[in-house]
């Protein structure tokens, strides 16, 4: 019955916290940054032994609550002691996807521990996402590969606490040798806290999942606080302002390499400290601590679950305008005129897909159930959720417009969630003649290259890389 209270508790806690929505002009910052941040793919493996960065050291830090070991690394540290090839997976947002952000510098530290162990390493990182997509492409980008040990890194894109637990889930339900670590990345502003003893009201959340599930985690930014504190460091500047000091970024989201290597060194500390755990126990998958966590979430190939009509085609990103993206979707559904469509029938609660905006990108109508709808955001912090209305209803809109201030003379990777009850549901997307005002959108700083090429502008071009679904195909 206790144990049932602090559940409860728990739950309560983390609903009451997801439920505020007002952002504070940092927060606002922080959300163009990553979003800003999101571009194409990275290649999915890397050299643990890259030349490309230094070997960092653990260095003298020190920290009681820089680190939580729970139930640590067991099966990773056993395999790895035995000799046995090891696979190392990284899944989060543009801290891990970017190259000098910590991924590099952990992955060879952990290499220089073992030289004689064959290792693999895996980054499943997509710049501008959080846990949402992250729970939806899992299994795709990640889990196929069978890694035997994955840091999680998705503090700073949201900390949306449903979606972790989602991520959490699926990986136990896919092996539960696969041991996980949780790392907290930071943004600007939130040194303070931890220079003050504290930790961040948006880590809190996610430590609460990791203790319910008895996971080891880390806080990267402890250390680079302290410096900042002791003005040994500039959290967000450039190499004139620091005067002889650490510069962390320039942007104070992601780190340079001098700052990535901070991060990593908080890695290895806690890597040493978790080599003292001893016994190797398969844990068991409790009931969830969030009810409608994203463990039912999936990413599928769009011709493998929704049909097509005339005016779509598929088309290999190989070789195409698009080929950056090649590591994310071997091929996208193109479509170019208004009228086009898809359907999807699926069973469950939500449905969405991810796709490439641009400068020709256009907009997108929704019929749900065969009924035209509106959709409106529902002010989810660290997710994308749309929730439909009327089409009566005087707020919302009828079209998702797929172009952005961010698809300025570039291609994006970019997602959308529409929640609906749960059941069976038919969704058709269709692709509208209605053009969004993109000089507007742009505004006056970012004129230039539609004033040059406003043909390039002047188009209603849709690219579909995946389905994602929370439920099954129906």
Same mark, same amino acid.
Not at 71 to 76: A, E, M, R, V, Y
Not at 450 to 472: C, E, F, M, N, W
């Given at each position: ?5 602090i ?6 806690g983390m ?18 940054l990553?979003e800003a941040?999101?571009g ?10 890259s ?10 830090f020190?920290?009681? #609550?820089? $680190? ?9 540290f +056993?395999?790895? !002691? =035995? &000799?046995?090839?090891? %696979? ?9 996807q970017?190259?000098?952000c910590?991924?590099?510098?952990? #992955?060879? $530290?952990i290499?220089?521990?073992y030289?004689?162990?064959?290792? +693999?390493?895996? !980054? =499943? &990182?997509?710049?501008? %996402?959080g846990t949402?997509?992250g729970?939806c492409r ?10 035997d040990l ?6 700073a ?5 449903d979606g ?10 896919y092996?539960?040798?696969?041991d996980?670590c ?10 303070k806290?931890?220079?003050?003893g ?5 880590i ?6 990791a ?19 002791e003005?040994?460091?500039?959290w ?10 650490i ?16 991060y ?23 009931a ?5 966590n994203?463990?039912?979430?999936g990413?599928?190939?769009?011709q493998?679950?929704?049909?097509f009509?005339?005016g779509?085609n598929?088309?290999?990103?190989k070789g195409?305008p ?17 009228g ?13 897909f ?6 020709e990108?256009?907009q997108?109508e929704?019929l749900?159930d065969?009924?035209?709808v509106?959709?409106?955001e ?7 959720q749309?929730?439909?209305l ?5 707020s ?5 417009n797929?172009?952005n201030s ?8 970019q ?11 038919t ?17 006056e ?30």
């Open positions: 019955m206790k144990h049932y209270f559940c409860c508790s728990l739950v309560i609903c009451m916290s997801l439920k505020t929505t007002a952002q504070s002009k940092e927060d606002i910052e922080r959300k163009r990553i941040s999101q194409a793919a990275s290649p999915l493996y890397f050299d643990p032994a030349q490309e960065v230094s070997l960092v050291i653990p260095g003298s020190h920290n009681a #609550a820089e $680190y939580t070991i729970r139930g640590g690394l067991p099966h990773f +056993k395999k790895v !002691n =035995a &000799g046995k090839p090891l %696979t190392i997976g990284f899944i989060g947002g543009s801290i891990t970017g190259k000098f910590y991924r590099l510098q952990t #992955a060879k $530290y290499r220089s521990l030289p004689s162990v064959a290792m +693999k390493a895996i !980054n =499943a &990182g997509v710049s501008g %996402t949402d997509l729970a899992l299994q795709d980008q990640l889990l196929q590969y069978h890694p994955v840091f999680v890194e998705f503090a894109n949201g900390a949306y606490t972790m637990e989602g991520i959490i889930r699926q990986i136990r339900k092996d539960p040798a696969i996980i949780l790392i907290y990345t930071i943004y600007n502003g939130q040194t806290i931890y220079a003050g504290g930790i961040p009201e948006n809190k959340g996610l430590e609460k999942v203790a319910y599930y008895n996971l080891p985690s880390i806080h990267l930014g402890m250390e680079a606080s302290m410096l900042e504190k003005g040994k460091l500039l967000k500047g450039d190499s004139t302002e620091a005067a002889g000091s510069l962390f970024s320039t942007d104070g989201a992601h780190p340079l390499q001098a700052g990535g290597n901070l990593a060194a908080a890695i290895a500390r806690a890597m040493n400290g978790m080599k003292q755990v001893s016994g190797v126990v398969t844990p068991t998958i409790p969830p601590l969030i009810a409608d994203w463990e039912d979430a990413m599928y190939p769009p493998e679950v929704a049909t009509s005339s779509w598929a088309v290999t990103t195409s698009q080929q950056q993206f090649t590591g994310w979707f071997p091929y996208i559904m193109k479509a170019t005129q208004p086009a469509y898809f359907t999807c029938r699926f069973k469950g609660t939500m449905f969405g991810f796709d490439i905006g641009g400068p990108a256009g997108l929704v749900v065969g009924a035209p509106k959709l409106a529902r002010g989810i912090t660290g997710t994308r749309l929730e439909v009327d089409t009566t209803a005087a919302g809109s009828r079209l998702i797929r172009f961010y698809c300025n003379n570039r291609y994006r990777g997602y959308e969630f529409i929640t609906l009850p749960p059941g069976v549901h969704v058709t997307i269709r692709v509208s003649a209605e053009k969004a005002d993109k000089r507007k959108i742009l505004g700083k970012q004129l230039e290259d539609i004033s040059g090429h406003p043909a390039k502008y002047d188009q209603t071009v849709v690219y579909i890389g995946k389905i994602l679904l929370r439920g099954v195909p129906y």
